[in-house]
């Protein structure tokens, strides 16, 4: 998710919450940062590498004795910068072979009915 946080911010609630691990990607002046949270005692997890709009991390299952890769991503608004972030998935899912699992924002809509208000969106954007 889009946290506008720094490691200050993380380390001052990660107690709070429960969690006792984390890592994260800074925001961009006043937007975009990163942040996934998790609790070594339900999983293990290892960051794989940490892009400005993705961090990926490989994840084993204590309980179901099974590894799976997790994205946390926030993807880009704009236009422009879409199209390149959406191939960038493209080539990872070729060379990830294991489960994969990505979360968080990916600024796209699945059905044009989810957007309220604007501009029309585009059928043809739905394609991404």
């Avoid at 937007?31 to 400005?52: C, P, R, T, Y």
């Avoid at 880009?76 to 080539?91: G, M, S, Y």
Wanted: proline share 6%; with cysteine; net charge negative.
């Amino acid at each position: 998710m889009e946290t506008l946080v720094n490691k200050k911010n993380i380390l001052d609630i990660l107690p709070k919450i429960g969690f006792d691990h984390f890592d994260y990607v800074e925001p961009v002046n006043h937007s975009g940062g990163l942040a996934v949270l998790w609790d070594n005692g339900i999983i293990h997890a290892s960051v794989l590498s940490k892009e400005q709009r993705a961090i990926h991390m490989l994840v084993y299952d204590t309980t179901k004795h099974c590894s799976s890769i997790i994205s946390g991503v926030y993807a880009p608004a704009q236009p422009q910068d879409k199209e390149c972030f959406w191939i960038h998935l493209v080539q990872l899912n070729n060379v990830i072979d294991l489960p994969w699992c990505i979360i968080g924002d990916l600024n796209e809509l699945a059905y044009p009915l989810e957007k309220r208000g604007g501009k029309r969106y585009p059928p043809s954007n739905l394609r991404d």
